[in-house]
């Protein structure tokens, strides 16, 4: 199977084929195709790493001495 990769928009909720794209489907017709829709979610993995890097700050507050209330 070949692939074909491209970034594009949604816009009413179609999804824009580049020309250079739609030429080469033009020259497929009739032939089985697979679709795999990849959403950038760059912002949320942001959100992760902050919310990684404050815990890991936030524990480097605590000392080893600290570890004699976690069992009570």
Known sequence: MKA???KTKIKNNRIQIPLRIQSELKTNQDRDVRVIVLIDDSEK??????KQAATAHFLQGFAESDSIYDTY
């Not at 993995?45 to 902050?50: Q, R, S």
């Open 4 to 6: 074909l990769e491209f």
């Open 45 to 50: 993995n942001d959100d992760l790493i902050v």
